[in-house]
């Protein structure tokens, strides 16, 4: 899907305009990077907060894929979208909000397109199972899990990182599995030390989330590292692991 060992998702936490992708997707090429993340919908629990720029930014998404050879990794929220998005998207997103949402489940198992399917925010390890195979049930096997978080009652972190969902959903479904730092965590200062642990524990690689400036992000502000957090992030996250 994006390859088989240390994959590396990086980009804002949403797409905001045209400007800021292309810096972003300048800079991450740069680094080597060849996955971004690209959400048009940003599902938010308060119908007052940001949600995305919708369809809309599908053109931002065209002239971005004209101009780097990167993929594009965006949320899907409804079935509608799928022959809309299709051209535009590498790798269809399920959010944690959509992992239960079984009819979109089945309209992407009918399609080609590569899944990264998140992990719902209370869901447990066979819930998340049963998730991926609403997908392979039509026929498409090209899924990547991805733990974000689930709930907890310990507000130090935005989420709690359950990294034994690593091993245990390896183990049950034989699927490449990633880790959404940046929503699990809801901080940077920490994000090197879990993304080790994560790695160590047999993931498959990482999301993280990136903007030019952070401070000014329409969403999820404190948890997107600048371009020098990332870089220091890149120096530190694969090294002494011995994978």
Do not use: W
């Amino acid at each position: 899907m994006l390859g088989n060992e240390n994959i590396l998702i990086a980009g804002p936490c949403a797409v905001e305009n045209y400007e800021i992708m292309l810096q972003t997707a300048e800079y991450l090429t740069s680094k080597g990077i060849t996955a971004i993340r690209a959400n048009l919908f940003k599902p938010r629990t308060s119908p007052h907060n940001f949600q995305g720029i919708g369809l809309e930014g599908l053109d931002v998404l065209a002239r971005i894929k004209q101009s780097h050879k990167i993929k594009l990794v965006s949320e899907i929220v409804d079935v509608r979208h799928i022959s809309e998005m299709m051209n535009y998207v590498d790798v269809f997103q399920v959010g944690s909000r959509n992992m239960s949402n079984f009819e979109l489940l089945r309209e992407l198992g009918r399609t080609a397109n590569p899944i990264l399917l998140k992990r719902g925010m209370s869901a447990t390890i066979e819930e998340f199972a049963y998730a991926a195979e609403y997908i392979s049930c039509g026929g498409n096997n090209n899924i990547c899990l991805c733990e974000r978080g689930i709930r907890s009652f310990d507000n130090e972190t935005r989420n709690m990182l359950d990294l034994s969902c690593i091993p245990l959903m390896k183990a049950k479904t034989r699927l490449p599995i990633i880790v959404d730092l940046s929503h699990s965590l809801g901080r940077k200062d920490i994000i090197v030390e879990m993304g080790k642990a994560a790695l160590a524990c047999g993931a498959s690689g990482l999301m993280v989330e990136v903007h030019p400036e952070p401070q000014n992000a329409l969403s999820d502000a404190a948890q997107q590292m600048n371009f020098d957090e990332f870089d220091s992030f890149l120096s530190n996250i694969f090294q002494n692991l011995n994978l």
